[in-house]
């Protein structure tokens, strides 16, 4: 495997320990989630990113590729204008993913909004919009990958946050969000235990220099360009441990 200063973590894993797995990740554009699918990409596995975002999907595929062992036949595909919060549209590019890379073995329900809003300047419309696109998104991938996912005996991993933990001010519509995300992933672990598909909820913490931090962070003097590369990599390979545990 060829391993970079930036990828220390790698050695630890089996080389091509998912190689013929199919790994789908909304959110797959965006910083976090962008790492999540380059370790698995380099531990074999292919991926199918989902996004509204068109461009920004287009060439997280380009950067994605780049990560790609040249002997693990792994592939990397993208669907834009996919807005999780549209079942029919999530539930196309699951079938497009099938098709095209194989039954889904994993996915990554990364797919999220956040902002800061007082609460009184959160609008109804506001606070529903973050429901809908990480608590309902969530359900909708779920529930679009389900069949495909008992076929594999697949493996999910929720993205949450910490912040509902205790009371984070301007941030009551994704704790709201976050703290259904958690209740969902212990529901679905246990009903789907029997089915031997396996549910994990990895929960960050802040991480400074990713897009959703900066989005929401005050001062912006503070802002860094890439995410913090320790977190990165406990990120990167945080979920290949839940995902490779049968
Ligand atoms: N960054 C942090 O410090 C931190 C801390 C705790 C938890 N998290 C969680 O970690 C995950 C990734 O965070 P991040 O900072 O890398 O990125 P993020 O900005 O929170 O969101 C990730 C991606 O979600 C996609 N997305 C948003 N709404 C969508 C929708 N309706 N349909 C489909 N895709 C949608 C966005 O791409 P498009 O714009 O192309 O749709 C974006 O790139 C999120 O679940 C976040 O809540 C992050």
Not at 12 to 19: A, T
Not at 153 to 181: C, D, M, N, R, W
Not at 208 to 216: D, L
Request: proline share 2%.
């Amino acid at each position: 495997m060829n391993i970079t200063s930036e990828d220390n973590y790698a050695t630890i894993w089996q080389e091509n320990l998912f190689k013929g797995k199919v790994c789908l990740i909304t959110g797959g554009s965006g910083d976090i989630c962008k790492e999540q699918a380059k370790a698995l990409i380099r531990l074999g596995c292919s991926i199918s990113i989902v996004g509204r975002n068109a461009k920004k999907v287009k060439s997280a595929v380009q950067e994605l590729g780049k990560y790609k062992e040249v002997d693990n036949k792994a592939n990397v595909i993208g669907f834009g204008n996919c807005d999780v919060r549209n079942f029919e549209k999530i539930r196309s590019a699951v079938r497009d993913t099938s098709e095209r890379l194989g039954k889904i073995d994993f996915l990554v329900c990364g797919a999220a909004g956040n902002f800061m809003a007082d609460f009184n300047h959160l609008s109804v419309n506001a606070f529903k919009a973050v429901i809908d696109i990480d608590l309902i998104g969530t359900f909708n991938t779920v529930k679009a990958c389900f069949e495909d996912l008992k076929s594999t005996k697949g493996s999910i991993i929720f993205i949450s946050a910490t912040l509902h933990y205790y009371g984070v001010p301007f941030q009551s519509h994704v704790s709201a969000a976050k703290s259904g995300i958690d209740a969902l992933a212990r529901s679905l672990a246990v009903e789907f235990g029997p089915l031997g598909i396996r549910v994990n909820c990895i929960a960050p913490g802040p991480i400074g220099g990713t897009e959703g931090f900066n989005r929401i962070v005050q001062d912006k003097t503070i802002l860094k360009e890439d995410p913090d590369p320790a977190c990165r990599e406990k990120i990167r390979y945080c979920q290949c441990y839940h995902i490779s545990l049968q």
